[in-house]
């Protein structure tokens, strides 16, 4: 498995990507980001959950030029939800390279998302309607808009915006790179491909069918926040003989670690940062079953051949079904039964929903007292159900202001796990983060601003006390 790095990345969204914690590319990224670069049109084949938006992301902010104020990339979503989820992913991604990304969607002011394009917006990440709308109002130029991305586009032909998105590209320069990401690739896609990409690549990512019949396998909802109370909870309720705790990445694995830790319990982590003697002691403690719990990330446990594990919990959803498929066949092995539950947050349902309809499993869902009274099997939600509204996702942010920057060595990383371990919050709640000499600014949703503040407050990054406030607005 390639690094990053070694797709040919630049070292500005290498910084980035290396901010939010991702170990290593997902296997979409694997495969689409080289093409991306090397300027060809790509047809993806995958879904929700899969690392899609960063196989586009990626590639995309690395050819936009921050000093140009011409709209350079678009991204067109069929959902409101989606446009805001992948706008948010792009402005992690595009952080260190300062980066624009405008999010126009239908159902809030357009004035607003009109000003906000006439101040900026290197990126537009748009729903087809507004888009549409705002190109007749001259407010959206896209004359120099070299990188165009059509985001699930079957579902796009679902909801009757086909005709739509070909006027648009018709508006793009015919010289553009187009990738076209969708699940499903139905005649009218195909034709809409063949229409407007040129030479595409396409990439289709399989999913290994799950053969762990032998485990019972579980959903557990719950906000982000409540996750490591949830998973004390839940570690109490099964009592496991040996459990394996999946994070998406090198960051949470740690911090995850720390909570248990400080709770007393018996518990290690393991991550791809850690030295590999470090690594191998961890490792062979749990194989001789000298330690009940361990903190994985999906790089680290590969290889990880344990017999014993009686329970899986996916702390975190996993990227893709494959990736859910190799986690969980960590328990169950060799004829004896093993139990998997998968936590996963309100706006994470349509991930959950993937991972049941590719690795075509059915996760029930966990309650307290599940081993004594079998509960009755939860339908999955359907793939084209209206996706719920990301927790966060919607609402308007609220910028902080941090007393300390590059002069005290602080790092975005540094804001980012300072806040998250101390509220809980997702690293991706943090947004636009900006260190300069004395004083660092960020965003994070308005409902969560005071608690921040409150529960950051105090805090030490670097042997130092944190100290944050609200940003006049
Ligand atoms: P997407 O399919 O783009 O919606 O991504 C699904 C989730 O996977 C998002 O929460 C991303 O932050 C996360 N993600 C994307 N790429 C990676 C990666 N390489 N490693 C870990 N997590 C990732």
Redesign the pocket.
Same mark, same amino acid.
Request: aromatic residues 4%; hydrophobic residues 40%.
């Given at each position: 498995m390639p690094t990053?790095a070694e797709l040919g990345l630049a070292p500005d969204i290498l910084a980035a990507?290396q901010d939010? &914690?991702?170990?290593?590319?997902?296997p979409i990224?694997e495969q689409a980001i080289p093409p991306l670069l090397e300027g060809s049109d790509v047809i993806g084949q995958?879904?929700?959950?899969? &690392?899609?938006?960063?196989?586009f992301g990626l590639p995309m902010l690395q050819y936009v030029d921050p000093t140009e104020h011409e709209v350079q990339g678009l991204v067109l979503t069929p959902t409101r939800e989606l446009c805001i989820?992948v706008t948010q992913?792009l402005r992690t991604y595009g952080s260190r390279k300062g980066v624009d990304v405008v999010a126009v969607f239908g159902g809030a002011p357009i004035r607003t998302q009109q000003a906000q394009l006439r101040a900026g917006g290197h990126v537009v990440v748009g729903t087809v309607g507004r888009v549409k709308d705002l190109i007749s109002r001259h407010s959206l130029m896209l004359h120099s808009t070299r990188f165009v991305v059509l985001d699930e586009a079957d579902e796009m032909l679902d909801l009757g915006f086909l005709e739509d998105v070909e006027r648009i590209l018709s508006l793009t320069p015919s010289s553009r790179q187009t990738a076209l990401f969708s699940a499903t690739m139905p005649p009218e896609i195909r034709r809409l491909a063949d229409q407007y990409l040129y030479n595409p690549i396409t990439i289709k990512v399989k999913t290994a069918t799950l053969t762990v019949d032998t485990v019972e396998q579980f959903a557990l909802e719950v906000s982000a926040r409540d996750k490591a109370e949830a998973l004390v909870g839940v570690l109490e309720a099964e009592r496991p003989d040996q459990a394996l705790v999946f994070v998406?990445?090198k960051i949470r694995c740690d911090q995850l670690f720390r909570t248990l830790r400080d709770r007393g319990m018996n518990v290690k982590a393991i991550h791809g940062d850690m030295t590999q003697g470090a690594r191998d002691g961890v490792m062979i403690s749990f194989k001789e079953g000298r330690l009940p719990l361990l903190i994985a990330t999906?790089v680290a446990s590969r290889g990880l051949d344990i017999t014993g594990i009686s329970h899986v919990v996916n702390f975190d959803?996993p990227?893709s079904p494959d990736v859910y498929v190799h986690r969980i066949g960590r328990t169950g092995r060799v004829g004896r039964s093993g139990r998997a539950i998968t936590f996963y947050e309100p706006r994470q349902q349509r991930?959950v929903a993937a991972i049941e309809n590719h690795a075509g499993v059915k996760l029930s869902p966990w309650v307290k007292d599940a081993r004594v009274a079998p509960t009755p099997v939860k339908a999955p939600p359907r793939r084209h159900s209206k996706p719920h509204v990301p927790a966060n996702g919607g609402g308007p942010l609220r910028k902080l202001i941090l007393s300390g920057g590059r002069a005290e060595g602080l790092e975005p990383s540094d804001i980012i796990h300072a806040i998250t371990s101390a509220t809980g919050l997702d690293g991706?709640a943090v947004r636009n983060i900006r260190v300069l000499e004395r004083f660092a600014f960020f965003e994070v949703p308005e409902q969560e601003a005071d608690r921040v503040v409150e529960q950051v407050n105090g805090t030490e990054v670097r042997g130092q006390p944190l100290r944050l406030e609200l940003a006049r607005t």
């Amino acid at each position: 498995m390639p690094t990053f790095a070694e797709l040919g990345l630049a070292p500005d969204i290498l910084a980035a990507i290396q901010d939010v &914690g991702y170990e290593e590319p997902s296997p979409i990224q694997e495969q689409a980001i080289p093409p991306l670069l090397e300027g060809s049109d790509v047809i993806g084949q995958a879904q929700t959950g899969s &690392g899609k938006t960063a196989a586009f992301g990626l590639p995309m902010l690395q050819y936009v030029d921050p000093t140009e104020h011409e709209v350079q990339g678009l991204v067109l979503t069929p959902t409101r939800e989606l446009c805001i989820q992948v706008t948010q992913a792009l402005r992690t991604y595009g952080s260190r390279k300062g980066v624009d990304v405008v999010a126009v969607f239908g159902g809030a002011p357009i004035r607003t998302q009109q000003a906000q394009l006439r101040a900026g917006g290197h990126v537009v990440v748009g729903t087809v309607g507004r888009v549409k709308d705002l190109i007749s109002r001259h407010s959206l130029m896209l004359h120099s808009t070299r990188f165009v991305v059509l985001d699930e586009a079957d579902e796009m032909l679902d909801l009757g915006f086909l005709e739509d998105v070909e006027r648009i590209l018709s508006l793009t320069p015919s010289s553009r790179q187009t990738a076209l990401f969708s699940a499903t690739m139905p005649p009218e896609i195909r034709r809409l491909a063949d229409q407007y990409l040129y030479n595409p690549i396409t990439i289709k990512v399989k999913t290994a069918t799950l053969t762990v019949d032998t485990v019972e396998q579980f959903a557990l909802e719950v906000s982000a926040r409540d996750k490591a109370e949830a998973l004390v909870g839940v570690l109490e309720a099964e009592r496991p003989d040996q459990a394996l705790v999946f994070v998406r990445t090198k960051i949470r694995c740690d911090q995850l670690f720390r909570t248990l830790r400080d709770r007393g319990m018996n518990v290690k982590a393991i991550h791809g940062d850690m030295t590999q003697g470090a690594r191998d002691g961890v490792m062979i403690s749990f194989k001789e079953g000298r330690l009940p719990l361990l903190i994985a990330t999906d790089v680290a446990s590969r290889g990880l051949d344990i017999t014993g594990i009686s329970h899986v919990v996916n702390f975190d959803v996993p990227v893709s079904p494959d990736v859910y498929v190799h986690r969980i066949g960590r328990t169950g092995r060799v004829g004896r039964s093993g139990r998997a539950i998968t936590f996963y947050e309100p706006r994470q349902q349509r991930e959950v929903a993937a991972i049941e309809n590719h690795a075509g499993v059915k996760l029930s869902p966990w309650v307290k007292d599940a081993r004594v009274a079998p509960t009755p099997v939860k339908a999955p939600p359907r793939r084209h159900s209206k996706p719920h509204v990301p927790a966060n996702g919607g609402g308007p942010l609220r910028k902080l202001i941090l007393s300390g920057g590059r002069a005290e060595g602080l790092e975005p990383s540094d804001i980012i796990h300072a806040i998250t371990s101390a509220t809980g919050l997702d690293g991706e709640a943090v947004r636009n983060i900006r260190v300069l000499e004395r004083f660092a600014f960020f965003e994070v949703p308005e409902q969560e601003a005071d608690r921040v503040v409150e529960q950051v407050n105090g805090t030490e990054v670097r042997g130092q006390p944190l100290r944050l406030e609200l940003a006049r607005t």
